[in-house]
């Protein structure tokens, strides 16, 4: 839907329930697309939102479940276009503390950008517009960039990592970073890393009969075995594009939930917000075709 009397840059705004997503041209005329996703108060009259913000146009990694990835990449933004996503959220009346680096594109494959909007983010006065309590960082995988983040052992930026398999035949088949970097490379990078307390995010997009079995279940226990990783489960949610996938049914979802929770592992299900304006995970893209 588009929309008069927006701030500037901000093209497109849609809503659906409490979630704010919006589009931002770029001075190129390039978009991204942010969504403002509020959070579980802990104490009444405390009101959280978290912020989904774009790294790059599009994408370089090609998953097939992710209407980013469908978008083959167009190019990094610089740290001042990262920041630029802050800033419009507040200008559209959100009010984030936290910031999650999980929209568009690939953080650690933009890493020096987006690296300099964290420290910027981390140097920022207390109450002011770009002021975040905590941010998280997703990265299918990437291990040039995982190894740099490594070095920095950053406190305040926690690290989630999209799984989406629980072996290299079915990960090769959905992510083709997993054909460059394998799931042992993965692991042994994870175990290199400077984890507080061992602990990271496991994000695990479900496809009904392709990952969501009892047994790919035991598998992905037993890969994340030596972790206290925490796993979010994320039915799939449909991209133009994806008609070959299908998210499991609430049932099946709890049984893949249910034997994780068998073997020792924290495992929850993302509550899906935003699916109808297509600001769920994976479906953020800047094709009119797409989002």
């Known amino acids: 839907m588009k929309t008069t009397g927006l701030p500037g840059g901000v093209t497109?705004?849609?809503?659906?329930?409490?979630?704010?997503?919006?589009?931002?041209?770029?001075?190129?005329?390039?978009?991204?697309?942010?969504?403002?996703?509020?959070m579980r108060e802990r104490a009444p009259g405390r009101e959280r939102a978290s912020?989904?913000?774009?790294?790059?146009?599009?994408?370089?990694?090609?998953?097939?479940?992710?209407?980013?990835?469908?978008?083959?990449f167009v190019r990094d933004l610089e740290p001042a276009e990262i920041m630029a996503q802050v800033r419009a959220a507040r200008l559209l009346g959100a009010r984030p503390t936290n910031i999650s680096f999980m929209g568009m594109g690939e953080p650690l494959d933009n890493f020096e950008n987006w690296a300099a909007s964290v420290r910027l983010l981390i140097g920022a006065p207390a109450g002011s517009a770009v002021a975040m309590n905590r941010m998280t960082v997703s990265t299918c995988g990437f291990l040039p960039g995982l190894s740099r983040l490594a070095a920095l052992s950053w406190k305040?930026?926690?690290?989630?990592?999209s799984l989406n398999a629980p072996n290299d035949a079915i990960r090769s088949s959905l992510m083709p970073i997993n054909?460059?970097?394998?799931m042992a490379s993965l692991r042994q990078a994870l175990l290199d890393y400077p984890l507080r307390?061992?602990?990271?995010?496991?994000?695990?997009?479900?496809?009904?009969?392709?990952n969501d079995r009892p047994e790919h279940a035991d598998e992905l226990a037993a890969f994340l075995e030596p972790f206290r990783a925490s796993v979010n489960l994320i039915p799939y949610n449909g991209i133009r594009g994806g008609e070959g996938f299908e998210p499991p049914t609430r049932a099946e979802t709890e049984r893949f939930q249910g034997r994780l929770r068998l073997a020792g592992r924290h495992a929850v299900v993302r509550e899906t917000k935003g699916r109808r304006i297509a600001a769920a995970c994976g479906q953020l893209a800047t094709d009119p075709g797409q989002s």
Do not use: N, W
Not at 179 to 182: A, F, S, V
């Open 179 to 182: 054909r460059r970097h394998p």
């Open 156 to 161: 305040r930026v926690a690290l989630a990592v």
């Open 197 to 210: 307390r061992g602990v990271f995010m496991a994000e695990y997009v479900l496809l009904r009969g392709i």
């Open 12 to 38: 497109r705004l849609r809503r659906e329930g409490g979630i704010i997503k919006f589009a931002l041209r770029l001075s190129d005329g390039a978009e991204v697309e942010s969504v403002v996703v509020p």
């Open 51 to 72: 912020l989904c913000v774009s790294t790059q146009v599009g994408c370089r990694m090609g998953c097939a479940f992710c209407a980013t990835g469908r978008m083959g």
